[in-house]
């Protein structure tokens, strides 16, 4: 069974500057996908990034960027330039294809300081 | 812009009342599910239905039942409430893409509802 887990379950970054959010995951799949969820205070979530397991190239979003190391089941999302409007709960989500199961980590609550 | 609401954002039931918990999505999407999260636990999927009338139990189904009789509605039942079912539930529809690595889909969620039983 596939499991994803999220080690921060709290972290604080001053506005404008850079902030790195962990996720590691367990599969013997070797095509699958990786998501980021962004979860506002009292606010809809949200789909950050998404990134395809069969690409290389690390999934970028605007300010929002990924660190995929498929060998050592790494997903870490990048938040460069740090918002007010970035303080939200983030969650780190994993599929296989065509399944519609997404698996979730246990989120990290992100608290970006004026 | 894709939409899905929840039609209660914050209940209070007694413990063995029947709770019903609706969503609707007006995007046409095939997939809906109903989510519940928990601090530190995340979101553990209850159920999960990729058609009309059609359903797949989730991770944590127990206590629980669903209804889809029609596409854009997916309704959550608890039929008798108990306090361990206070929780925040997060209703979602997805879209469905077929991308080169295979099918995936965005989730797109609504606000929650927020139940408390006693």
């Known amino acids: 069974a596939q499991t994803v887990t999220q080690s921060q379950p709290e972290m604080s970054v001053q506005e404008a500057e850079t902030v790195t959010l962990s996720c590691t995951y367990d599969t013997s799949e070797s095509n699958y996908y990786l998501f980021w969820y962004k979860q506002p205070p009292s606010r809809q979530m949200i789909l950050v990034i998404r990134?395809?397991?069969?690409?290389?190239q690390n999934a970028t979003e605007n300010r929002f960027s990924v660190n995929f190391q498929k060998a050592a089941k790494s997903f870490s999302l990048k938040i460069s330039d740090s918002q007010l409007g970035d303080t939200a709960m983030y969650f780190c989500a994993f599929m296989k294809p065509g399944t519609y199961k997404y698996i979730f980590g246990t989120g990290t609550r992100l608290k970006v300081l004026a | 812009d894709v939409k899905v609401t929840q039609s209660s954002r914050y209940l209070v039931k007694r413990t063995g009342e029947k709770v019903f918990l609706e969503c609707v999505q007006d995007m046409d999407h095939e997939n809906m599910f109903w989510y519940r999260q928990d601090p530190g636990l995340g979101l553990r999927l209850i159920y999960f239905?990729?058609?009309?009338?059609?359903?797949e139990k989730g991770d944590i189904p127990e206590g629980y039942s669903v209804s889809r009789e029609k596409k854009e509605r997916f309704s959550l039942i608890l039929e008798s409430a108990s306090t361990n079912q206070t929780s925040m539930y997060l209703c979602?529809?997805?879209?469905?893409?077929?991308?080169?690595?295979?099918?995936?889909?965005?989730?797109?969620f609504g606000e929650g509802s927020r139940l408390t039983v006693l």
């Open positions: 239905s990729y058609d009309v009338k059609m359903k």
């Open positions: 990134q395809e397991a069969y690409k290389q």
């Open positions: 979602a529809s997805s879209s469905i893409l077929q991308l080169a690595g295979g099918e995936a889909g965005e989730l797109f």
